[in-house]
């Protein structure tokens, strides 16, 4: 049973394991007799210390874990090497600087962007690993951005603020899946119209009324059908654009835009 509930432990020795209130301590130590350096490359076999990492994992039963482990620094055996001593790394187990396990960094990040700050600080809370809002903000803006490939079918533009009144820029969308696909610095013509360009593919955007957009859509998709939001927009012909939601109303925009 314990071996199932900490599979990822299978890597490193549990000496003890201390139940204490709300929370389960776990005392380990690691087992490898070498270790690679991570500036050259070079495996070394002589330990020059160790000392001890406290790693916040998953909750169990309710209850929060900590693993205190016993890790050795190790000496790098290359003299042209800029490292004397390194610290060894268990592979999906312990990062560099890092007071998490991955498996609960990565389940973080997943709770970070789905809710965002303070509701998933609220719901991890309740999972027994509270992080804080900023500490959650803070895995989501080092993970890396994804590369936009083709344009989506159904696309979704709109400006937001990065300085309300002073400093705009635009987000693009994903309408069917609900996904961030890129961000643009502005909310200009040339900057919109040059990413649909290099981004071939969408057959509707969905867009507010700005001549921008407008004007961008028209130059690089001539054939995508434009799509605005019924209270923004003149005409009455619905359709509806669908998203994870499972739909919302849009309407056609006319020849004028």
Same mark, same amino acid.
């Given at each position: 049973?314990?071996?199932?509930?900490?599979?990822?432990?299978?890597?490193?020795?549990?000496?003890?394991?201390?139940?204490?209130?709300?929370?389960? *301590?776990?005392?380990?130590?690691?087992?490898?007799?070498?270790? #690679?350096?991570?500036?050259?490359?070079?495996?070394?076999?002589?330990?020059?210390?160790? !000392?001890?990492? $406290?790693?916040?994992?998953?909750?169990? *039963?309710?209850?929060?874990?900590?693993?205190?482990?016993?890790?050795?620094? /190790?000496?790098?055996?290359?003299?042209?090497?800029?490292?004397?001593? /390194?610290?060894?790394?268990?592979?999906?187990?312990?990062?560099?600087? &890092?007071?998490?396990?991955?498996?609960?960094?990565?389940?973080?990040?997943?709770? =970070?962007?789905?809710?965002?700050? $303070?509701?998933?600080?609220?719901?991890?809370?309740?999972?027994?690993?509270?992080?804080?809002?900023?500490?959650?903000?803070?895995?989501?803006?080092?993970?890396?951005?994804?590369? &936009?490939?083709? #344009?989506?079918? *159904?696309?979704?533009?709109?400006? /937001? *603020?990065? @300085? @309300?009144?002073?400093?705009?820029?635009?987000?693009?969308?994903?309408?069917?899946?609900?996904?961030?696909?890129?961000?643009?610095?502005?909310?200009?013509?040339?900057?919109?119209?040059?990413?649909?360009?290099?981004?071939?593919?969408?057959?509707?955007?969905?867009?507010?009324? =700005?001549?921008?957009?407008?004007?961008?859509?028209?130059?690089? !998709?001539?054939? &995508?059908?434009?799509? &605005?939001?019924?209270?923004?927009?003149?005409?009455?012909?619905?359709?509806?654009?669908?998203?994870?939601?499972?739909?919302?109303?849009?309407?056609?925009?006319?020849?004028?835009?």
């Amino acid at each position: 049973m314990f071996s199932t509930a900490f599979s990822h432990l299978t890597s490193v020795v549990v000496e003890e394991v201390t139940v204490d209130g709300d929370g389960v *301590a776990l005392t380990a130590r690691t087992v490898t007799r070498e270790a #690679a350096c991570p500036g050259c490359g070079s495996v070394s076999g002589r330990v020059h210390g160790g !000392y001890r990492r $406290r790693l916040a994992d998953l909750a169990v *039963a309710g209850r929060k874990v900590v693993i205190d482990l016993l890790v050795r620094r /190790f000496l790098c055996p290359a003299s042209a090497c800029g490292r004397r001593t /390194f610290v060894e790394q268990v592979d999906g187990f312990t990062e560099r600087f &890092a007071r998490r396990t991955p498996l609960l960094r990565r389940t973080l990040e997943k709770i =970070a962007l789905a809710l965002a700050g $303070r509701p998933a600080a609220r719901l991890t809370k309740h999972l027994s690993v509270p992080p804080s809002a900023n500490s959650l903000l803070r895995l989501m803006r080092r993970l890396p951005d994804k590369q &936009a490939g083709a #344009a989506p079918r *159904a696309l979704g533009v709109d400006d /937001f *603020a990065l @300085k @309300k009144g002073h400093v705009y820029g635009t987000i693009i969308l994903d309408m069917e899946t609900g996904e961030r696909v890129d961000v643009l610095p502005d909310r200009t013509v040339d900057t919109l119209a040059a990413w649909l360009r290099a981004h071939p593919g969408a057959e509707i955007v969905c867009r507010d009324r =700005a001549s921008a957009y407008a004007e961008a859509v028209r130059t690089a !998709y001539p054939d &995508a059908v434009q799509v &605005a939001d019924r209270f923004q927009c003149a005409m009455r012909r619905l359709v509806v654009c669908p998203t994870q939601s499972g739909g919302i109303w849009r309407e056609i925009l006319g020849p004028d835009g």
